[in-house]
């Protein structure tokens, strides 16, 4: 047997419902009856005891143009609307070197490995990122994905404000913050071209896509005229994969 109650407001601390079923209560089908009154009580979590972000952090995916974006990946425990994830959300980027403070000298290309140490001092004098929400499949997602553009090797500072509204009506009970790095671009290299045989005469290029590489190192060699019906004959599969 199921049982299902009106609307109960979110309390702010743990409560607890009672259920009490009196004796005497009979079956729908036969003679049966509760000899004895039956009592059950049933937590009520409260406004603040649910809502939370499971994690966050950059990766790098190839969009619809084959080409690799950063994307700020985020994960809630409660689906949680785009509008209200993009009303309480902050990115930042860290600065490179962490500051003198107190007796600590300026630390140079500092790795930041906790939210902990950002002041907000160190903050005031973070890069606040632009970050481009993309659409969700679904009105409250669990997974929110944000567009960001950051140079490598960098650090990000994320922060999701205190109230942020999850399914149900919970409530996120305190900010959210994290630290994490930007990861390296994939090093990349290609040919354009799906492949042709050139012609004898005229412009011939081959062009080459390359990221994340300073020095390409080419080998070419030339098929002779005389040989092309090797080629032809003698080959098979395709000029990608021949």
Request: glycine content about 6%; some cysteine.
């Amino acid at each position: 047997m199921y049982l299902r109650s009106g609307k109960i407001a979110l309390p702010k601390s743990d409560c607890f419902v009672q259920l009490t079923v009196e004796t005497g209560v009979q079956a729908a089908q036969g003679e049966a009856k509760i000899n004895h009154q039956l009592r059950s009580e049933v937590r009520v979590p409260n406004l603040y005891g649910l809502a939370k972000v499971e994690s966050a952090s950059v990766v790098i995916v190839r969009n619809a143009e084959d080409r690799p974006e950063q994307i700020l990946m985020l994960e809630t425990n409660l689906g949680v609307t785009p509008k209200a994830l993009q009303q309480n959300i902050e990115v930042f980027r860290l600065p490179r070197d962490k500051p003198a403070r107190g007796s600590q000298p300026m630390q140079k290309r500092y790795s930041w490995k906790s939210a902990s140490e950002v002041s907000p001092e160190i903050l005031a004098n973070s890069q606040r990122i632009h970050h481009k929400q993309l659409p969700a499949t679904m009105p409250h997602p669990k997974q929110h994905s944000f567009r960001v553009s950051v140079p490598e090797k960098s650090y990000f500072y994320i922060r999701i404000r205190k109230g942020m509204e999850a399914l149900g009506g919970f409530l996120l009970k305190d900010d959210f913050t994290n630290v994490a790095s930007i990861p390296d671009y994939p090093r990349d290299v290609r040919i354009i071209h799906d492949g042709a045989i050139a012609a004898l005469h005229g412009q011939r290029k081959l062009s080459i896509l390359s990221r994340g590489i300073q020095v390409l190192e080419f080998e070419l060699t030339r098929i002779l005229p005389d040989d092309i019906n090797h080629l032809v004959s003698q080959t098979r599969g395709n000029f990608q994969n021949p």
